[in-house]
């Protein structure tokens, strides 16, 4: 005989994503989850738990209310107690670049090597790099001119 995952609600009706919540906290215990991994998209444990996506999204939910899982949007879901992702690997450009310029390696006045350059060098797509580049730019550390590339136009403090 099946175990039967279906809790009573007080009107009759049955709900299974506090059973489902069960199950997955479970195998965050097990190890199966562990901390700072990566849990499986809400489609394939709705797959796996043979019940709809909405019920494993009630359950992620309730989950993420405990602080037993992180949402980082774009991204997915996270079991907590780890390292979680980067959620924007744009920043981190723009803190390596502003520690290379504090450091001399792109001095005042100097010009910074294009986006495709950058995008190989620190292994992100180009349009990560045009988004750290254009933060620079706001801040006032770059200029670009155009027809002629970008140039470090302030420098920063080494403790920056």
């Not at 906290?25 to 796996?48: C, F, K």
């Not at 590339?149 to 403790?159: C, Q």
């Amino acid at each position: 005989m099946t175990p039967n995952l279906e809790p009573q609600m007080p009107s009759g009706r049955h709900t299974l994503h506090p059973a489902i919540a069960d199950r997955i906290r479970q195998r965050i215990a097990n190890g199966d989850y562990p901390p700072g991994s990566r849990l499986p998209t809400v489609s394939a444990l709705a797959e796996d738990f043979g019940v709809s996506a909405n019920t494993v999204q009630r359950a992620m939910i309730s989950l993420e209310a405990e602080s037993l899982i992180l949402t980082f949007p774009a991204k997915g879901r996270w079991v907590a107690g780890g390292d979680p992702p980067e959620p924007y690997p744009h920043k981190r450009i723009v803190m390596e670049l502003r520690k290379a310029i504090a450091n001399g390696e792109y001095p005042l006045m100097s010009r910074m090597p294009n986006e495709k350059a950058l995008s190989y060098r620190y292994e992100v797509s180009q349009y990560t790099m045009r988004r750290a580049i254009d933060e620079l730019e706001s801040e006032g550390l770059l200029k670009t001119v155009h027809g002629k590339g970008r140039y470090v136009v302030r420098s920063v403090p080494a403790s920056e």
